[in-house]
């Protein structure tokens, strides 16, 4: 790999695709609207957090994460805590499909721009804290069989960029929302025909159509299982700079990231399977002064 391949800073046009604007600061009122829309979901999950001091308090750095099922449910709660606690604003990549009118100026509103390479380098160049998930909407739309299963196979474009900004990589473990959902029919299922049919009229990738979940019961509702989420110590790419192939550089580094993203998922496992207040019952007991 030569050095302006992986190292050297590229001259691009600073701006972000869609109008997205380069710096946000969201006011004390957006942050109180955040606060209230996720209240609900935070008081039914009680979520744990552990690690957040492995996420530089200053300059650029890519959280690499899971998806878990459905993609956008246990996330949004990482956000908020992040910023109390290390005073960070984190720049989210969001699908394509979210990228539209109203939807798209509510996620620029919190830093987020659609998920392309060049978003995520002009963000690391200014030194911002970005969240990608390599596995993508193929690991949210989950099947039967898939719990908790990172769908990597060919995903080396983040640690391509990892080394191209010559940032630090930070794995982010995230797990709840596949022990509060059973999959019913997952996308691909014959009964879910008509879903993967509205998706191609929509222009969907069929492959995406999302499963028919229970939670409570046959309700929807997600089981009040608590949320975990864990942040790894930081991975520096730089012995992967001099590597001749950029493409087996970015390999070696994407299964390194894999390897301490899936420790920091048994570790949080581990967590969970001591914890007596994973279901909403036993932090209702433990609430209890007798």
């Excluded at 473990?173 to 993967?196: K, S």
């Amino acid at each position: 790999m030569s050095n302006d391949q992986r190292g050297t800073s590229v001259v691009r046009e600073n701006k972000l695709s869609d109008g997205a604007p380069l710096e946000v600061a969201p006011s004390a009122l957006d942050l109180l609207a955040l606060e209230t829309v996720l209240a609900p979901l935070k008081a039914w999950t009680s979520p744990r957090f552990f690690g957040l001091d492995n996420i530089p308090a200053e300059g650029p750095v890519l959280l690499v994460a899971n998806h878990n099922l459905l993609g956008g449910i246990d996330a949004p709660l990482l956000f908020p805590e992040i910023l109390r606690e290390r005073g960070r604003l984190i720049r989210g990549l969001a699908e394509h499909v979210l990228m539209v009118p109203v939807v798209r100026d509510i996620l620029h509103r919190y830093g987020s721009v659609r998920g392309t390479r060049g978003n995520c380098l002009t963000l690391l160049e200014r030194g911002e804290a970005v969240i990608v998930f390599p596995g993508g909407g193929r690991e949210a739309i989950r099947r039967k069989g898939e719990k908790y299963v990172l769908k990597w196979e060919g995903r080396t474009g983040f640690a391509k960029m990892a080394l191209q900004a010559r940032v630090p990589i930070v794995p982010v473990a995230m797990i709840g929302i596949d022990d509060a959902y059973d999959i019913v029919f997952d996308g691909q299922h014959l009964a879910m025909r008509p879903v993967r049919w509205l998706a191609s009229i929509l222009g969907i990738n069929p492959e995406l159509s999302p499963p028919l979940v229970k939670g409570i019961g046959p309700l929807p509702i997600p089981r009040p299982e608590r949320f975990y989420f864990a942040a790894g110590a930081p991975i520096d790419p730089t012995p992967w700079l001099d590597r001749d192939d950029l493409d087996t550089a970015a390999t070696d580094l994407r299964d390194v990231v894999r390897k301490a993203l899936e420790e920091e998922m048994q570790f949080l496992f581990r967590e969970r399977d001591r914890d007596n207040g994973r279901t909403l019952v036993g932090r209702l007991r433990a609430a209890l002064p007798f």
